[in-house]
């Protein structure tokens, strides 16, 4: 337990180093600025933007910064699972995404006068950024070096996350839906439409796909890939790092 705690200390450790929080406070502020006074923007811009995109960014930021800092190894060779690792640092990358939650909640509730369920708000926020947060974790653990690595979060980010925020605010044609369904932003995107925009804007086989395709993706990507082969990958790494110094 010990060990589980002070892996989010040291990942809060590094966020305060390097700027990170200091950048999600920024980004939190100015897209709550921007729901509360620009009111032709789509408030759940700022939402798809911040769940979608930068759990992906934040998880891919740790992972780099421990491979520069050299705290790879420590972690490979503790006595946590790799399922504890991988819980641990999901952990301190949803507290830092909880600020920009409670941003939007006030602003939404205060400023605009939305009216929405704000448990289930919350509920598909945070499955949303774990899902994303998993998925860094995928492609950090198939990367074989950091700008393969770098590639797959651009490529992921442009196809997968910013395509469906396209279709969202009707930049791209209504046939495109069920080809979009394999996205995980598309599916939150179904699920955060259908909590602030009211009762039955989706079609309920939707609304049900969405939340067991997501909760599906977590388990099937974390059971499959996370747990079997992340401590392969701190070691691979560490090895990578190594062989990088000596050439």
């Known amino acids: 337990m010990q060990k589980f705690i002070d892996i989010i200390k040291n990942d809060f450790r590094n966020y305060l180093q390097y700027h990170i929080i200091h950048t999600i406070v920024i980004l939190s502020l100015l897209f709550s600025l921007t729901m509360a006074f620009l009111p032709t923007v789509d408030p759940l811009l700022m939402v798809y933007i911040t769940v979608f995109v930068l759990p992906v960014i934040v998880l891919a930021i740790s992972v780099f910064i421990e491979n520069e800092e050299k705290t790879l190894f420590p972690l490979a060779i503790c006595d946590c699972s790799s399922l504890e690792i991988i819980l641990a640092k999901l952990i301190s990358a949803l507290l830092l995404l909880l600020l920009p939650l409670v941003l939007f909640v006030v602003i939404m509730y205060t400023v ?50 910013v395509m469906p925020i396209f279709y969202a605010e009707g930049l791209i044609p209504e046939v495109f839906q069920y080809v979009l369904i394999i996205s995980p932003a598309y599916l939150s995107g179904v699920l955060f439409q259908e909590v602030i925009y009211g009762y039955a804007f989706s079609p309920d086989w939707l609304i049900i796909l969405a939340v067991v395709l997501q909760i599906g993706y977590i388990a099937s990507l974390t059971l499959f890939v996370v747990r079997p082969y992340f401590k392969t990958y701190l070691f691979y790494r560490i090895n990578h790092k190594e062989d990088s110094l000596k050439s």
């Open 112 to 161: 605009l006068n939305m009216n929405f369920n704000i448990f289930f708000f919350i509920m598909i926020y945070l499955l949303s950024s774990i899902m994303h947060i998993v998925i860094g974790t995928v492609l950090a653990i198939i990367s074989k070096s950091s700008s393969i690595m770098s590639i797959s979060y651009v490529a992921y980010i442009v196809i997968f996350s």
